[in-house]
């Protein structure tokens, strides 16, 4: 191989989008951090992925990341509570005379 001509400028553009780590990446991976710290800063996430991943994702990103996060443990919670009624009904069914009593606390 033979270099004929060096140019030293450069004419590529650069890739300003990072497409590892979106904001569903990101849910997935830290959900269990939203878990036991729902109301964590967007800086204390920003520090997290940086540290984890050597990347700043902007706080635009995050904050995806965060709302989607908070909707899945919130959703699940919702998922499961709607079972409760089910599984009582199901309670009536199989042994008739039974009472089920669902109290909520706030």
Same mark, same amino acid.
């Given at each position: 191989?033979?270099?004929?001509? !060096?140019?030293? =400028? ?9 497409? %590892?780590?979106? %904001? ?5 991976? !830290? ?14 996430? %920003?520090?997290?992925? *940086?540290?984890?991943?050597?990347? =700043? +994702? ?6 995806? %990341? ?13 998922? *499961? !509570? ?6 009582? *009904? ?5 042994? +008739?005379?039974? =009472?089920?009593?669902? =109290?909520?606390?706030?």
């Amino acid at each position: 191989m033979e270099i004929k001509e !060096y140019v030293d =400028t450069h004419t590529c553009n650069k890739i300003w989008k990072i497409k %590892a780590l979106t %904001a569903s990446f990101l849910s997935r991976k !830290y959900i269990d951090m939203f878990r036991d710290d729902e109301k964590m800063s967007l800086k204390t996430f %920003a520090a997290k992925v *940086q540290r984890e991943y050597n990347m =700043t +994702p902007s706080r635009h990103k995050l904050g995806r %990341a965060r709302k989607e996060a908070l909707r899945i443990i919130h959703g699940d919670e919702e998922r *499961q !509570y709607n079972k409760l009624w089910d599984y009582g *009904q199901e309670l009536r069914k199989s042994n +008739p005379g039974s =009472t089920f009593f669902l =109290t909520l606390k706030a």
